[in-house]
């Protein structure tokens, strides 16, 4: 997986009304250099989405400074961090695998709950999860999506991420799950200035689903980047889960143990 995390924008369904956040339409350019040609002009950008040109044109220099596009002969085309986070998705199944064994070892441990989870757009999509001792008593599903900057994993990659690209891909306003939830964006990046001070490790005060606090640490593949982020998560006052510092310290270690994992599992993919 690539060390440059960024923010990998996916389709969004617009459901026939113009889009107006800057995500839909970074999402809208990044669409039309769809097929075979590899090479897409201004003109063919503002046709294809339908966008002002005006618009179509700052974007497109904003995307280009942060290597979503490039300029080509006559145009432009994909650029760097689109074409690294084009091998995301691949990598995703062989990322759960390597980490299975690691979120078991953890709910055997800790009795909660683990997940396993990649930033998808301003969202974190779960590509493992694990129960511990007790059963699972949380609404989260293998698949399942839930906006960024309302939980720990959001927030752990979140914390890896430039703050241009925070800017670009978060509205001022951000939806509210629970009362907790962060509600602003100037407020995410105070959050993640705290996630950044202390290793990494984000915590969700019960910002995604309510009575629910979740642990999260990064999974680096260097030191530039993030793989995937792992969680602990359990009820709002159980006894016999361990308290958020200890279960901090469990989840840097386990990360150390994960990093390299995935390090050598990835260099014996690139021999292939």
């Known amino acids: ?22 995500i839909e339409r970074m999402t809208l350019i990044l669409d039309t250099f769809d097929g075979p040609a590899p090479m897409r002009t201004l003109v063919d950008v503002v046709e294809r989405t339908g966008l002002p040109r005006s618009s179509v044109h700052r974007i497109i220099e904003q995307m280009i400074r942060l290597r979503w596009l490039a300029h080509a002969p006559g145009g432009y085309r994909l650029g ?22 690691l979120l078991h070892e953890l709910c055997r441990r800790t009795g909660m709950v683990a997940h396993l989870g990649v930033l998808d757009g301003p969202e974190v999509l779960l590509i493992d999860k694990a129960v511990g001792r007790g059963g699972d008593s949380l609404p989260t599903r293998l698949g399942g999506r839930l906006p960024a900057h309302s939980t720990a994993v959001g927030k752990a990659l979140l914390a890896i991420v430039p703050p241009s690209v925070i800017e670009l891909a978060f509205p001022e306003r951000l939806p509210q799950l629970t009362a907790q939830t962060i509600g602003r964006r100037a407020e995410l990046h105070r959050e993640l200035d705290q996630v950044r001070c202390h290793r990494g490790v ?40 361990p308290g958020t510092g200890r279960l901090a310290q469990i989840l840097v270690e386990a990360a150390d143990d994960a990093e390299r994992a995935v390090r050598t599992h990835l260099r014996r993919r690139h021999r292939v």
Request: some cysteine.
């Open 202 to 241: 984000a915590i969700d005060r019960a910002e995604s689903l309510p009575d629910v606090v979740c642990v999260a640490v990064p999974i680096r593949a260097d030191v530039d980047g993030g793989v995937a982020a792992l969680s602990l998560s359990g009820r709002v006052g159980e006894q016999s889960r």
């Open 80 to 101: 760097t961090r689109a074409l690294e986070l084009g091998g995301l998705a691949i990598e995703h199944n062989e990322i759960r695998d390597v980490m299975g064994p």
């Open 1 to 22: 997986m690539t060390v440059d995390i960024g923010v990998a924008l996916r389709p969004v369904p617009h459901a026939g009304r113009t889009p107006v956040s800057m």
